[in-house]
């Protein structure tokens, strides 16, 4: 029941208005798509879950980057989208480590506090050398984890085996066995 005339400008507006945000869409996805990228690596290894700061953090900027996108400024939209990456990229890395490093680090913090540095300070030690060795690797190429892997599984290792050797320590003591019998045993 309301003015055909009127209606038709509605329309018209509307269309309009969706050209544009068609527009606008394709042109920010166009813009931020190294970021969207690298949004997508990160929420693949578990970001979201590992580095929830640091991906709220990303979250921010990134919706920033698409407002000022939007209202028409491109430089503070790329610095945004530069902040939002290297969230993504600090979140992407801290998920890595979590899920290669781990068992590594909550089984040594478990040896440290229990002391067994006490009776396997070298073995121990060795654990933990390791297990900086696979973070330093995973900080130089986190797409290459073959070798923090591997690194991680030999401190866990070393880990285990100085609580096997603080035991056999405890044990010997406790016995009062001689390193004779230690050895022969």
């Given at each position: 029941?309301?003015?055909?005339?009127?209606?038709?400008?509605?329309?018209?507006?509307?269309?309009?208005?969706?050209?544009?945000?068609?527009?606008?869409?394709?042109?920010?996805?166009?813009?931020?798509?190294?970021?969207?990228?690298?949004?997508?690596?990160?929420?693949?290894?578990?970001?979201?879950?590992?580095?929830?700061?640091?991906?709220?953090?990303?979250?921010?900027?990134?919706?920033?980057?698409?407002l000022?996108?939007?209202?028409?400024?491109?430089?503070?939209?790329?610095?945004?989208?530069?902040?939002?990456?290297?969230?993504?990229?600090?979140?992407e890395?801290?998920?890595?480590?979590?899920?290669?490093?781990?068992?590594?680090r909550?089984?040594?913090?478990?040896?440290?506090?229990?002391?067994?540095?006490?009776?396997?300070?070298?073995?121990?030690?060795?654990?933990?050398?390791?297990?900086q060795?696979?973070?330093?690797?995973?900080?130089?190429?986190?797409?290459?984890?073959?070798?923090?892997?591997?690194?991680?599984?030999?401190?866990?290792?070393?880990?285990?085996?100085?609580?096997?050797?603080?035991?056999?320590?405890?044990?010997?003591?406790?016995q009062?066995?001689?390193?004779?019998?230690?050895?022969?045993?």
């Open positions: 029941g309301k003015n055909l005339d009127s209606i038709r400008a509605g329309l018209a507006s509307a269309t309009e208005y969706f050209k544009k945000a068609t527009e606008l869409s394709r042109t920010t996805r166009l813009s931020l798509a190294a970021l969207i990228k690298t949004r997508d690596d990160a929420h693949k290894v578990g970001g979201p879950g590992y580095a929830a700061d640091l991906w709220r953090q990303a979250e921010q900027n990134f919706s920033k980057a698409v000022e996108l939007e209202r028409g400024a491109p430089e503070p939209a790329k610095q945004r989208a530069a902040e939002a990456d290297r969230s993504y990229r600090d979140a890395l801290v998920a890595i480590k979590a899920v290669y490093l781990n068992d590594a909550a089984l040594i913090a478990r040896a440290e506090k229990e002391k067994i540095y006490k009776q396997a300070p070298k073995t121990l030690a060795h654990a933990q050398t390791l297990l060795q696979a973070e330093k690797a995973l900080n130089d190429n986190r797409y290459d984890t073959d070798l923090p892997r591997s690194l991680a599984q030999q401190a866990k290792h070393e880990a285990q085996h100085a609580f096997y050797l603080a035991k056999l320590i405890d044990h010997a003591k406790n009062k066995l001689t390193t004779e019998d230690v050895i022969l045993d």
